[in-house]
Nanobody, 124 residues
Framework: QVQLVESGGGLVQAGGSLSLSCVASGQTAGIFSMAWFRQGPGKEREFLASVGWRMGATYYAEAAKGRFTISRDKTKNTVYLQMNTLVPEDTAVYLC?????????????????WGQGTQVTVSS
């Protein structure tokens, strides 16, 4: 089992930035990759970015390229999402997820563990 706790969400004005964190605990030695997703009101869960736990390889959805940056600190068992130039459409619950199998994917149902999420609200 892996437990995930996100933090860093909040209310920000359009054009602002936020940095999200997700701390993993438990059986972290088996982690292959970690990812950030978001789910807006009435919307499906959307993949944003993933990072390989061992080598740090990163993958981004088109919606995240250029504005969002994923990174990880293995010594702290933490993955980050730096979000810049936020717009109201970025308003959502942001969730981190862990995948134990050794392939990359952007399908939410192929991730094994999830955090509770952190709310990000962008005002216009």
């Amino acid at each position: 089992q892996v437990q995930l706790v996100e933090s860093g969400g909040g209310l920000v004005q359009a054009g602002g930035s936020l940095s999200l964190s997700c701390v993993a605990s438990g059986q972290t030695a088996g982690i292959f990759s970690m990812a950030w997703f978001r789910q807006g009101p009435g919307k499906e869960r959307e993949f944003l970015a993933s990072v390989g736990w061992r080598m740090g390889a990163t993958y981004y959805a088109e919606a995240a390229k250029g504005r969002f940056t994923i990174s990880r600190d293995k010594t702290k068992n933490t993955v980050y999402l730096q979000m810049n130039t936020l717009v109201p459409e970025d308003t959502a619950v942001y969730l981190c997820a862990v995948r134990m199998q050794t392939t990359y994917t952007d399908y939410s149902n192929r991730y094994d563990y999830w955090g509770q999420g952190t709310q990000v609200t962008v005002s216009s």
